[in-house]
């Protein structure tokens, strides 16, 4: 990836509204050894790369987890509505499902395909544990992607599509701790 791409993609993670305080810096440098996707691809995954940030009675990860060419971003596959059906169903995160659920929202993919200046986006995981809640319970989670188009203007469909594919769970369990799935609405009674 060139000095370029890597550029308008950090100046689109400094844009987004809930990264303001992540190390830009690092998330440059991962961008700078990143393998962009080969000819046919749509997509490359990322080496791990987790910047933590702590906040009083909760922290966050982020990590920056796919590469994307806007030129490939085409419409759904009907085939891929039904793993994607599965996995909501388990609350499972998946940062390759989520990057073929971009090809079932138009409001998102097309601006990406047709009037994205930039070749590459990226696809992050952004990861809330709310440890101090209302209830006392333990551990609330919250597992948000952080979708970066350079250049695209449409924040408001970005953040719904990232809302849209939010995870939320809880720790259950006093000897053996699982995270089970939630509710948006029963997360935000919790924290």
């Excluded at 305080?21 to 998330?27: A, G, I, P, V, Y």
Aim: with cysteine.
């Amino acid at each position: 990836m060139n000095t370029q791409e890597i550029s308008a993609l950090i100046d689109g993670l400094r844009a987004h509204p809930l990264l303001g305080r992540f190390n830009f810096e690092k998330l440059a440098d991962v961008l700078a050894t990143v393998q962009l996707p080969s000819q046919g691809r749509l997509f490359n995954a990322i080496s791990p790369n987790e910047q933590t940030l702590e906040e009083q009675d909760r922290y966050h990860t982020f990590s920056l987890r796919r590469v994307m060419d806007n030129g490939k971003m085409r419409g759904p596959n009907p085939m891929f509505i039904l793993f994607m059906d599965f996995l909501n169903f388990f609350s499972a995160y998946s940062s390759t499902a989520l990057v073929r659920s971009l090809q079932e929202s138009p409001d998102v993919i097309d601006p990406m395909h047709s009037r994205c200046q930039e070749p590459f986006s990226v696809l992050g995981k952004l990861k809330t544990f709310d440890y101090k809640n209302r209830e006392d319970e333990g551990l609330y989670i919250a597992t948000r992607p952080i979708l970066i188009v350079p250049g695209f203007v449409g924040w408001n469909q970005i953040l719904r599509w990232e809302e849209r594919n939010t995870r939320y769970s809880k720790e259950k369990g006093a000897f053996f701790r699982r995270q089970v799935g939630i509710s948006k609405a029963e997360y935000d009674l919790a924290v």
